[in-house]
């Protein structure tokens, strides 16, 4: 027997019965659940890349659907902005793409594009989203997005300005500097080691000076070009009249390496040019960790990029458009909005009404009705339409681009706990220096020709090297922890913040609840039973996009909609249609009733009624997510204050606050308002983590001493956050919390260790006891110890979980048992 | 030991020559992506690839 396959074997959706679509793909039918699934996958085996299948590690996303934009990108006016020529007749552009899941797609991508002719190099970054193609004259651009659409994923190209990508050149940078430290601390060492053994064999005394020269040698490299960023920083922290910590290190380097070069000189004493090539190697090394656990996050400015849709359809007569770039409309332009597209610019409705969704702004979960004469703005989402809209903003001037302001301009001026490593820093810096100062002044009473000798061995000795890998290590480590358990961290900083907050304050829609809402009850009339009324309502529901209407239909899966005729659907007010000769109505009870008997009933219900009157009555009702009951609990548990700040409508926002017990709570606000929300708690002192999703949430995250966004939510939002919940459960913020305590908790200890060990060697050292081979065994003992130490941050096992609200059983099963 | 002053300018010699190597190597987006590669031994004999023509 077979097994019927119930997901689509492209993007792992449910399938719907009777409406799979087959395929052969890799010699075995396959089902795909839509046109565009189905174009993708059959795309992919012609090309001979259907082991994509098998190397993926979790479905596609579902393509969005043929895009005729490829025309656009001929014109070269356009193009212009996209594309940078090159200087032997190639040509370079930069892509953002959506859609990447695993590596997988990124083999897949560079695969298709490759087979493209004319193309020279594709590089795809999985981790950025980015997609890098150069290209000869026999192709052009639209024949590339056009290959990437077959596959199934949608591609933006960027501003031209973008190609030059700051990330990847301070990635590289780091690369470089790392290595070239590396090789000099192993140069170094080999040499040194020379000198230890031949101290032990009697070296003669030429040999050893040769040796010390060449130490000296692969150190300069080391010195002046991979420890310059400890240099650059160290002044420019200096002139800021601040101590980083770059400021002891860049001290302890150049004095170290310019006391040994004298001793080379003087042909006397001790060098020490092994340690300090490895002192550097391994700062460099935790701080390379720490760049690409940073860079592992979105680019604001691609998340902004593709809200503001690149292409309009500008009318040209009354009957025909053609389709532009966003960029080329000017005020008093008209456009036409198809169904489901987004709003270019701001402007004033033409057409009748339409229907939009304008979370963006408000995070209302209904979508609005605009008519003749309203305002609409760009960026929010037509649900029903099309629409004639004349221009009345365009550009910057857009609420859009305002927002996109806001964010960015939030994002400079971030709060900022000043890390407690940089504290420790600079009293370090004083100890440290007043140590050996006054190490030169006893041994000045004793005998002076030691006095050198044993300040340089104070100062190697010292060397705030586990001191300096407590904190980067510890970090590192808790990131990898987090991110093992979906949980990503895209600004290290929040690790800290995260530790000591005492508000949490968070959006409700999407964030709290489930993004769509769902059926909470259904109310039976005249006899009608449940399952019944169900599978009526979905036969209409199944013809209309909105999104309670798919809510309904998703319930019956079952039901294509087949046996209702003569479906009409009124745009925001219900679908009617004739079943089995009955004539139904579902929508608003204005709707759905002419006249009759009109049951006690809220402006969300949804009736469903015949000739005769009411069938059943579908209560809706805000969904919440299945932990954030729980998620909230535990929070407040651990000493927090929980509040939602939302700009929905206020009987939801209480309904919802009810749910929670939360006492504090507020309602129809904008993201502006939020923020100054925001700012009142922490001009009190208050330490606020923000948890949200939508686009508006945007300007608050930035705003917040830490800032949390759902990965299913907008990437605007992502981009705007310190950490992302890729996993969308909102009980991982409290156990990320209990491991940014322990962080902490463990960054003290190896501070606490790295102080010991000072306090126990620098005597020693001061005394004269550390030749150069135990001053570097002692700093890798250390750091060892210290990195050892991280090992212990783990993900913590159990948080008491205390659940006051019960979940509701779906709503399909009770209908079943009706 | 006087082999010493050959083999000590050689070894600096093959150090420049790899840490150049490691430079351009960098350059040219090497370590750019390092794990699709890794993909790639997973892969089945190469099949014919079929050119893709204009979509329409």
Same mark, same amino acid.
């Given at each position: 027997?077979?097994?019927?396959?119930?997901?689509?074997?492209?993007?792992?959706?449910?399938? &719907?019965? *009777?409406?799979?679509?087959?395929?052969?793909?890799? *010699?075995?039918?396959?089902?795909?659940?839509?046109e565009?699934?189905?174009?993708?996958?059959?795309?992919?085996?012609?090309?001979?890349?259907?082991d994509?299948?098998?190397?993926?590690?979790?479905?596609?996303?579902?393509?969005a659907?043929?895009?005729?934009?490829s025309?656009l990108?001929?014109?070269?006016?356009?193009?212009?902005?996209v594309?940078?020529?090159?200087?032997?007749?190639?040509?370079?552009?930069?892509l953002a793409?959506?859609?990447?899941?695993?590596?997988?797609?990124?083999? &897949?991508?560079?695969?298709?594009?490759?087979?493209?002719?004319?193309?020279?190099?594709?590089?795809?970054?999985?981790?950025?989203?980015?997609?890098?193609?150069?290209?000869?004259?026999?192709?052009? $651009?639209p024949?590339?997005?056009?290959?990437?659409?077959?596959?199934?994923?949608?591609?933006?190209?960027?501003d031209?300005?973008?190609?030059?990508?700051?990330?990847?050149?301070e990635?590289?940078?780091?690369?470089?500097?790392?290595l070239?430290?590396?090789? *000099?601390?192993?140069?170094?060492?080999?040499?040194?080691?020379?000198?230890y053994?031949?101290?032990?064999?009697?070296?003669?005394?030429?040999?050893?000076?040769? $040796?010390?020269?060449?130490?000296?040698?692969?150190?300069?490299?080391?010195?002046?070009?991979?420890?310059?960023?400890?240099?650059?920083?160290?002044?420019?922290?200096?002139?800021?009249?601040?101590?980083?910590?770059?400021?002891?290190?860049?001290?302890?380097?150049?004095?170290?390496?310019?006391?040994?070069?004298?001793?080379?000189?003087?042909?006397?004493g001790?060098?020490?040019?092994?340690?300090?090539?490895?002192?550097?190697?391994?700062?460099?090394?935790?701080r390379?960790?720490?760049?690409?656990?940073?860079? !592992?996050?979105?680019?604001?400015?691609?998340a902004?990029?593709?809200?503001?849709?690149?292409?309009?359809?500008?009318?040209?007569?009354?009957?025909?458009?053609?389709?532009?770039?966003? !960029?080329? /409309?000017?005020?008093?332009?008209?456009? !036409?909005?198809?169904?489901?597209?987004?709003?270019?610019?701001?402007?004033?409705?033409?057409s009748?009404?339409?229907?939009?969704?304008?979370?963006?702004?408000?995070?209302?979960?209904?979508?609005?009705?605009?008519?003749r004469?309203?305002?609409?703005?760009?960026?929010?989402?037509?649900?029903?339409?099309?629409?004639?809209?004349?221009?009345?903003?365009?550009?910057?001037?857009?609420?859009? #681009?305002?927002?996109?302001?806001?964010?960015?301009?939030?994002?400079?001026?971030?709060?900022?706990?000043?890390?407690?490593?940089?504290?420790? @820093?600079?009293?370090f810096?004083a100890?440290?220096?007043?140590l050996?100062?006054?190490?030169?002044? @006893?041994?000045?009473?004793?005998?002076?020709?030691?006095?050198?000798?044993?300040?340089?061995?104070?100062?190697?000795?010292s060397?705030?090297?586990?001191?300096? /890998?407590?904190?980067?290590?510890?970090?590192?480590?808790?990131?990898?922890?987090?991110?093992?358990?979906?949980?990503?961290?895209?600004?290290?900083?929040?690790?800290?913040? $995260? @530790?000591?907050?005492?508000?949490?304050?968070?959006?409700?829609?999407?964030? %709290?609840?489930?993004?769509?809402?769902?059926?909470?009850?259904?109310?039976?009339?005249?006899?009608?039973?449940?399952?019944?009324?169900?599978?009526?309502?979905?036969s209409?529901?199944?013809?209309?996009?909105?999104?309670?209407?798919?809510?309904?239909?998703?319930?019956?899966?079952?039901?294509?909609?087949s046996?209702? !005729?003569?479906?009409?659907?009124?745009?925001?007010?219900?679908?009617?249609?004739?079943?089995?000769?009955?004539?139904?109505?579902?929508?608003?009870?204005?709707?759905?009733?002419?006249?009759?008997h009109?049951? @006690?009933?809220?402006?969300?219900?949804?009736?469903?009624?015949?000739?005769?009157?009411?069938?059943?009555?579908?209560?809706?009702?805000?969904?919440?997510?299945?932990?954030?009951?729980?998620?909230?609990?535990?929070?407040?548990?651990?000493?927090?204050s929980?509040?939602?700040?939302?700009?929905?409508?206020a009987?939801?926002?209480?309904?919802?606050?009810?749910r929670?017990?939360?006492?504090?709570?507020?309602?129809?606000?904008?993201?502006s308002?939020?923020l100054?929300?925001l700012?009142? %708690?922490?001009g009190?002192?208050?330490?606020?983590?923000?948890?949200?999703?939508?686009?508006?949430?945007?300007?608050?995250?930035? *705003?917040?001493?830490?800032?949390?966004?759902?990965?299913?939510?907008?990437?605007?939002?992502?981009?705007?956050?310190?950490?992302?919940?890729?996993?969308?459960?909102?009980?991982?913020?409290?156990?990320a919390?209990?491991?940014?305590?322990?962080?902490?908790?463990?960054?003290?200890q190896?501070?606490?260790?790295?102080?010991?060990y000072?306090?126990?060697?620098?005597?020693?050292?001061?005394?004269?006891?550390?030749?150069?081979? &135990?001053?570097?065994?002692?700093?890798?003992?250390?750091?060892?110890?210290?990195?050892?130490?991280?090992?212990?941050?783990?993900?913590?096992?159990?948080?008491?979980?205390?659940?006051?609200?019960?979940?509701?059983?779906?709503?399909?099963?009770?209908?079943?048992?009706? | 030991?006087?082999? $010493?002053?050959?083999?000590?300018?050689?070894?600096?010699?093959?150090? #420049?020559?790899?840490?150049?190597?490691?430079?351009?190597a960098?350059?040219?987006?090497?370590?750019?992506?390092?794990?699709?590669?890794?993909?790639?031994?997973?892969?089945?004999?190469p099949?014919q690839?079929?050119?893709?023509?204009?979509?329409?």
């Amino acid at each position: 027997m077979s097994v019927t396959p119930t997901t689509c074997w492209h993007c792992g959706e449910a399938l &719907l019965i *009777g409406r799979a679509l087959h395929s052969h793909i890799a *010699g075995e039918s396959r089902a795909m659940c839509c046109e565009g699934c189905r174009a993708a996958a059959e795309w992919i085996e012609q090309l001979g890349l259907a082991d994509f299948y098998r190397l993926r590690a979790r479905s596609n996303a579902k393509p969005a659907g043929r895009t005729t934009n490829s025309d656009l990108w001929r014109r070269p006016e356009n193009a212009r902005h996209v594309v940078r020529d090159l200087s032997d007749g190639q040509h370079e552009v930069l892509l953002a793409i959506a859609g990447i899941r695993c590596s997988a797609c990124a083999w &897949l991508i560079e695969r298709v594009l490759t087979a493209l002719p004319g193309v020279v190099a594709v590089q795809v970054s999985p981790s950025s989203q980015r997609i890098r193609i150069i290209w000869r004259d026999s192709t052009d $651009l639209p024949t590339l997005l056009g290959a990437l659409e077959r596959s199934g994923y949608s591609a933006m190209p960027l501003d031209v300005h973008q190609l030059h990508d700051a990330r990847r050149a301070e990635s590289r940078d780091a690369l470089k500097r790392l290595l070239v430290a590396g090789f *000099g601390a192993m140069q170094a060492m080999m040499y040194a080691t020379a000198v230890y053994l031949g101290s032990v064999d009697s070296l003669d005394a030429s040999t050893r000076g040769l $040796l010390r020269w060449l130490q000296f040698l692969v150190a300069i490299p080391v010195v002046f070009y991979a420890a310059r960023t400890f240099f650059v920083g160290a002044g420019r922290s200096l002139r800021a009249r601040q101590l980083n910590m770059d400021v002891p290190i860049a001290c302890a380097i150049a004095v170290v390496c310019i006391a040994s070069l004298f001793e080379t000189l003087r042909n006397g004493g001790e060098v020490y040019f092994d340690s300090i090539t490895m002192f550097v190697f391994l700062l460099l090394a935790g701080r390379y960790l720490e760049m690409r656990a940073r860079h !592992h996050a979105g680019e604001l400015t691609d998340a902004l990029a593709r809200l503001a849709p690149a292409y309009a359809d500008r009318y040209l007569d009354e009957r025909r458009f053609e389709r532009v770039a966003a !960029h080329e /409309l000017r005020v008093g332009d008209c456009v !036409h909005v198809g169904d489901g597209a987004i709003v270019p610019a701001d402007g004033v409705l033409l057409s009748e009404h339409c229907r939009v969704d304008e979370a963006l702004f408000t995070g209302e979960s209904a979508a609005v009705i605009k008519r003749r004469g309203d305002r609409l703005v760009a960026g929010s989402a037509l649900e029903d339409g099309p629409a004639k809209l004349r221009i009345e903003r365009i550009g910057a001037d857009t609420a859009l #681009a305002c927002m996109a302001r806001l964010v960015a301009d939030a994002q400079t001026r971030r709060p900022h706990l000043q890390s407690a490593g940089d504290r420790a @820093a600079s009293r370090f810096v004083a100890r440290v220096l007043s140590l050996a100062a006054f190490t030169i002044i @006893a041994w000045c009473f004793v005998d002076p020709s030691r006095a050198f000798p044993a300040a340089l061995a104070v100062l190697v000795v010292s060397c705030p090297c586990a001191f300096a /890998l407590a904190v980067s290590a510890a970090f590192t480590r808790a990131l990898a922890t987090l991110a093992q358990h979906g949980i990503l961290v895209a600004r290290p900083d929040g690790i800290e913040s $995260l @530790a000591g907050v005492t508000h949490a304050v968070f959006d409700k829609t999407g964030t %709290l609840t489930q993004p769509s809402a769902a059926i909470a009850d259904i109310d039976t009339f005249r006899g009608c039973s449940k399952s019944e009324a169900l599978q009526l309502a979905a036969s209409l529901a199944r013809h209309s996009r909105h999104p309670i209407a798919r809510v309904i239909a998703a319930l019956e899966p079952r039901i294509d909609g087949s046996e209702a !005729h003569g479906v009409m659907v009124h745009t925001g007010l219900g679908i009617s249609g004739r079943i089995s000769g009955r004539a139904l109505r579902l929508g608003r009870s204005d709707f759905a009733l002419g006249r009759g008997h009109v049951p @006690a009933a809220s402006e969300d219900d949804l009736l469903l009624t015949d000739e005769h009157g009411v069938l059943a009555a579908f209560h809706l009702r805000e969904q919440l997510r299945p932990d954030t009951a729980s998620a909230v609990d535990t929070l407040r548990s651990q000493g927090l204050s929980v509040l939602i700040a939302s700009g929905d409508s206020a009987t939801k926002v209480r309904a919802t606050a009810e749910r929670l017990r939360i006492a504090d709570w507020r309602a129809r606000l904008s993201p502006s308002q939020k923020l100054d929300w925001l700012r009142d %708690l922490r001009g009190k002192g208050a330490r606020v983590l923000v948890v949200g999703d939508g686009v508006n949430d945007a300007p608050v995250l930035t *705003g917040a001493d830490v800032g949390i966004a759902l990965a299913e939510g907008a990437e605007l939002a992502q981009a705007s956050s310190d950490i992302v919940l890729s996993n969308a459960r909102l009980d991982s913020i409290a156990s990320a919390r209990v491991v940014a305590q322990q962080t902490l908790a463990i960054v003290q200890q190896n501070q606490r260790w790295a102080v010991l060990y000072n306090v126990m060697a620098v005597p020693l050292a001061a005394l004269g006891f550390v030749p150069p081979w &135990l001053a570097a065994i002692g700093m890798s003992v250390s750091s060892l110890a210290v990195v050892l130490n991280t090992l212990r941050i783990r993900w913590p096992d159990a948080i008491t979980r205390t659940s006051t609200t019960a979940a509701s059983p779906s709503i399909a099963q009770r209908a079943r048992t009706a | 030991m006087n082999i $010493l002053l050959f083999m000590i300018p050689l070894s600096l010699l093959l150090l #420049a020559g790899a840490v150049a190597a490691f430079f351009w190597a960098v350059d040219h987006a090497q370590f750019d992506d390092l794990d699709t590669p890794g993909l790639v031994p997973l892969d089945d004999a190469p099949k014919q690839i079929a050119s893709p023509g204009e979509p329409k």
